[in-house]
Protein backbone atom coordinates (compact mmCIF):
# COMPACT_ATOMS: atom_id res chain seq x y z
CA UNK A 1 0.00 0.00 0.00
CA UNK A 2 2.57 2.32 0.39
CA UNK A 3 4.06 1.62 -2.40
CA UNK A 4 1.11 2.75 -4.28
CA UNK A 5 0.56 6.05 -2.17
CA UNK A 6 4.33 6.65 -3.22
CA UNK A 7 3.97 5.98 -7.06
CA UNK A 8 1.02 7.93 -6.81
CA UNK A 9 2.45 11.44 -5.15
CA UNK A 10 4.93 11.41 -7.56
CA UNK A 11 2.91 11.03 -10.48
CA UNK A 12 1.32 13.86 -8.98
CA UNK A 13 4.25 15.77 -8.58
CA UNK A 14 5.56 15.02 -12.26
CA UNK A 15 2.11 15.88 -13.55
CA UNK A 16 2.19 19.06 -11.82
CA UNK A 17 5.36 19.84 -13.13
CA UNK A 18 4.74 19.41 -16.33
CA UNK A 19 1.56 21.34 -16.12
CA UNK A 20 3.07 24.33 -14.21
CA UNK A 21 4.55 27.47 -15.37
CA UNK A 22 8.23 27.93 -13.56
CA UNK A 23 8.58 31.27 -12.04
CA UNK A 24 11.93 31.39 -10.12
CA UNK A 25 10.75 35.30 -8.72
CA UNK A 26 8.08 33.23 -6.46
CA UNK A 27 10.23 30.39 -5.71
CA UNK A 28 12.97 32.92 -4.71
CA UNK A 29 10.23 35.02 -2.86
CA UNK A 30 9.31 31.85 -0.76
CA UNK A 31 12.85 31.18 0.35
CA UNK A 32 14.01 34.84 1.17
CA UNK A 33 10.84 35.00 3.33
CA UNK A 34 11.11 31.67 5.20
CA UNK A 35 7.74 30.57 4.14
CA UNK A 36 7.20 27.36 5.14
CA UNK A 37 5.90 25.22 2.07
CA UNK A 38 4.19 21.77 2.28
CA UNK A 39 1.70 19.89 -0.28
CA UNK A 40 -0.77 17.11 0.74
CA UNK A 41 -0.36 14.65 -1.05
CA UNK A 42 -2.60 11.53 -1.42
CA UNK A 43 -4.40 10.75 1.51
CA UNK A 44 -2.69 7.93 3.73
CA UNK A 45 -4.98 4.89 5.23
CA UNK A 46 -7.00 6.38 7.70
CA UNK A 47 -7.67 9.57 5.63
CA UNK A 48 -4.94 11.53 6.33
CA UNK A 49 -3.12 13.46 3.84
CA UNK A 50 0.73 13.39 3.99
CA UNK A 51 2.82 16.64 3.46
CA UNK A 52 5.61 17.07 1.22
CA UNK A 53 8.73 19.94 2.47
CA UNK A 54 9.52 22.43 -0.18
CA UNK A 55 6.87 22.05 -2.62
CA UNK A 56 3.58 24.38 -2.64
CA UNK A 57 0.23 23.25 -4.34
CA UNK A 58 -1.93 26.71 -2.97
CA UNK A 59 0.88 29.61 -2.78
CA UNK A 60 -0.18 31.81 -0.20
CA UNK A 61 -1.59 35.23 -2.04
CA UNK A 62 0.23 38.49 -0.98
CA UNK A 63 -0.87 40.37 1.30
CA UNK A 64 -2.17 43.73 1.10
CA UNK A 65 -0.84 46.70 2.76
CA UNK A 66 -2.97 47.42 5.55
CA UNK A 67 -4.41 50.76 6.71
CA UNK A 68 -6.43 53.25 4.67
CA UNK A 69 -7.16 52.50 0.44
CA UNK A 70 -6.29 54.63 -2.20
CA UNK A 71 -7.24 54.79 -6.32
CA UNK A 72 -4.75 53.14 -8.50
CA UNK A 73 -5.00 54.56 -12.14
CA UNK A 74 -3.74 53.42 -14.91
CA UNK A 75 -3.07 55.52 -18.62
CA UNK A 76 -3.16 51.81 -20.12
CA UNK A 77 -3.74 48.67 -18.66
CA UNK A 78 -2.81 46.42 -22.12
CA UNK A 79 -0.36 47.03 -24.30
CA UNK A 80 -0.04 45.20 -27.74
CA UNK A 81 3.89 44.42 -28.70
CA UNK A 82 2.84 43.30 -32.17
CA UNK A 83 4.74 40.26 -33.89
CA UNK A 84 8.17 39.52 -32.16
CA UNK A 85 10.57 36.42 -33.35
CA UNK A 86 10.78 33.46 -31.08
CA UNK A 87 13.52 34.31 -28.67
CA UNK A 88 13.13 38.10 -28.67
CA UNK A 89 12.30 40.19 -25.22
CA UNK A 90 10.04 43.02 -25.21
CA UNK A 91 9.73 45.80 -22.44
CA UNK A 92 6.91 48.05 -21.71
CA UNK A 93 6.68 50.21 -18.85
CA UNK A 94 3.01 51.30 -17.66
CA UNK A 95 2.84 54.37 -16.33
CA UNK A 96 -0.01 55.03 -13.26
CA UNK A 97 -0.92 57.76 -11.27
CA UNK A 98 -2.16 57.63 -7.16
CA UNK A 99 -5.37 59.64 -7.87
CA UNK A 100 -6.57 58.77 -4.02
CA UNK A 101 -6.01 60.82 -0.81
CA UNK A 102 -3.45 58.37 1.11
CA UNK A 103 -0.40 56.86 -0.41
CA UNK A 104 0.10 53.83 -2.51
CA UNK A 105 1.77 51.42 -1.13
CA UNK A 106 2.30 47.90 -3.61
CA UNK A 107 3.20 45.31 -2.16
CA UNK A 108 3.87 42.63 -5.23
CA UNK A 109 3.42 42.67 -8.70
CA UNK A 110 3.35 38.59 -10.07
CA UNK A 111 3.15 37.67 -14.30
CA UNK A 112 1.25 35.06 -14.81
CA UNK A 113 4.15 33.14 -16.19
CA UNK A 114 7.93 33.12 -15.54
CA UNK A 115 8.36 34.49 -18.86
CA UNK A 116 6.53 37.64 -17.34
CA UNK A 117 7.92 39.52 -15.07
CA UNK A 118 7.39 42.73 -13.56
CA UNK A 119 9.52 45.16 -11.80
CA UNK A 120 7.40 47.77 -9.36
CA UNK A 121 8.16 50.58 -7.02
CA UNK A 122 8.88 49.85 -3.76
CA UNK A 123 8.37 52.78 -1.77
CA UNK A 124 4.94 54.45 -1.49
CA UNK A 125 3.86 56.71 -3.89
CA UNK A 126 2.46 60.19 -2.84
CA UNK A 127 -1.43 61.63 -3.61
CA UNK A 128 -0.83 63.03 -7.12
CA UNK A 129 2.28 61.29 -7.64
CA UNK A 130 2.90 59.58 -10.83
CA UNK A 131 5.19 56.41 -11.04
CA UNK A 132 5.84 52.80 -13.68
CA UNK A 133 5.73 49.10 -13.65
CA UNK A 134 8.21 47.90 -16.28
CA UNK A 135 6.90 44.52 -17.15
CA UNK A 136 9.59 42.11 -19.49
CA UNK A 137 7.98 39.47 -21.66
CA UNK A 138 10.96 36.70 -22.68
CA UNK A 139 9.12 35.08 -26.00
CA UNK A 140 11.80 32.55 -25.70
CA UNK A 141 9.84 28.67 -26.64
CA UNK A 142 6.96 31.01 -27.12
CA UNK A 143 5.05 30.74 -30.90
CA UNK A 144 1.56 32.25 -31.95
CA UNK A 145 -0.47 34.67 -30.23
CA UNK A 146 0.48 35.48 -26.51
CA UNK A 147 -2.02 37.30 -23.56
CA UNK A 148 0.14 37.43 -20.48
CA UNK A 149 -1.08 39.34 -16.96
CA UNK A 150 0.67 40.75 -14.04
CA UNK A 151 -1.52 41.36 -10.90
CA UNK A 152 -0.74 44.08 -8.99
CA UNK A 153 -1.41 43.95 -4.93
CA UNK A 154 -1.62 47.46 -3.45
CA UNK A 155 -4.10 49.15 -1.29
CA UNK A 156 -6.45 49.99 -3.42
CA UNK A 157 -9.96 48.68 -3.59
CA UNK A 158 -10.22 45.99 -4.99
CA UNK A 159 -6.93 44.64 -3.78
CA UNK A 160 -6.08 43.60 -7.06
CA UNK A 161 -5.52 45.52 -10.49
CA UNK A 162 -4.52 43.24 -13.72
CA UNK A 163 -2.80 44.79 -16.36
CA UNK A 164 -1.64 42.43 -19.83
CA UNK A 165 1.03 42.66 -22.69
CA UNK A 166 0.25 40.67 -25.83
CA UNK A 167 1.33 39.81 -29.32
CA UNK A 168 2.34 37.48 -31.74
CA UNK A 169 5.19 35.11 -31.70
CA UNK A 170 6.45 33.84 -34.74
CA UNK A 171 8.12 30.38 -34.48
CA UNK A 172 11.96 30.36 -35.01
CA UNK A 173 12.23 28.16 -38.42
CA UNK A 174 15.32 26.25 -36.64
CA UNK A 175 13.79 24.92 -34.08
CA UNK A 176 11.09 22.14 -34.06
CA UNK A 177 7.77 23.16 -33.83
CA UNK A 178 4.95 21.86 -31.24
CA UNK A 179 2.97 19.09 -32.60
CA UNK A 180 -0.37 20.17 -33.34
CA UNK A 181 -2.83 20.49 -30.64
CA UNK A 182 -0.02 20.32 -28.47
CA UNK A 183 -0.34 22.79 -25.41
CA UNK A 184 1.80 25.82 -25.21
CA UNK A 185 3.74 26.10 -21.88
CA UNK A 186 3.72 29.06 -19.92
Known sequence: ??????FGFLTM???AALASCKN???????ASTGTDVTQPAAP???????????????????AA????????SFSETEFNFGKVKAGEKVEHEYTFKNTGK???VISNAKGSCGCTVPEWPKEPIAPGASAKIKVNFD?????GPQTKQVTITANTD???SIIYIKGDVIADPNTAAPAAGAPQSH
Do not use: R
Open 24 to 30: DTADTAN
Open 1 to 6: MLKQIK
Open 139 to 143: SKGKS
Open 158 to 160: PVQ
Open 65 to 72: PTGPTTVM
Open 102 to 104: EPL
Open 44 to 62: AEGGQAITQPGVNANPAEP
Open 13 to 15: LTV
